[in-house]
């Protein structure tokens, strides 16, 4: 090599002005991504947790509300944190009235109660088209995904004796 390529070559060597930023260039679009699926993980968990609970919700109130009205009943409790557009709620459950026997007992000294349940079983799923915002995380996952939740509830029911 010649004697003036060297000399060029050392001086190079010795100047690292900028070496932080080339590290920051090299850096920061693995930190954009890890940061993006940690925003999109967060709003994925937290709607997961809102189906869940309005599932568990529809469910319990199944009784109450007359289902007709449920959908309006539950999607004005979480109208806030999600978009309700994108929500279904479907029930199913049998009209068959079964029956548990459940012994009650209040104490150790106390007797045992036998207890006849009247119950019917409901089947609510919930499903929300959720979508995601960050673009990579839209790259690998797609655009939307439909987060599903089902609960089954057991919800008493009352039988009314005609008179005879």
Do not use: H, W
């Not at 850096?27 to 925003?39: G, H, T, Y």
């Not at 979508?131 to 690998?140: A, E, G």
């Amino acid at each position: 090599m010649s004697l003036k390529l060297i000399k060029k070559l050392r001086l190079f060597n010795r100047d690292e002005t900028g070496q932080s930023l080339v590290q920051l260039a090299l850096v920061m679009p693995i930190l954009m991504m890890l940061l993006s699926f940690v925003v999109d993980f967060a709003r994925f968990y937290d709607s997961k947790l809102l189906v869940s609970s309005a599932a568990a919700e529809c469910a319990r109130t199944y009784g109450f509300v007359d289902s007709t009205n449920m959908r309006e009943f539950v999607l004005e409790n979480y109208k806030d944190r999600l978009d309700t557009s994108k929500v279904s709620i479907d029930f199913t459950g049998d009209d068959v009235i079964k029956t548990d026997t459940y012994t009650y007992k209040a104490n150790d000294k106390s007797t045992p109660l036998p207890t006849n349940v009247k119950y019917k079983d409901v089947t609510v799923n919930v499903n929300y088209e959720f979508d995601f915002i960050m673009p990579i995380t839209s790259v690998i996952f797609g655009d939307t995904t439909v987060i599903s939740q089902q609960y089954t509830y057991r919800v008493g029911v009352k039988e009314v004796e005609m008179p005879k």
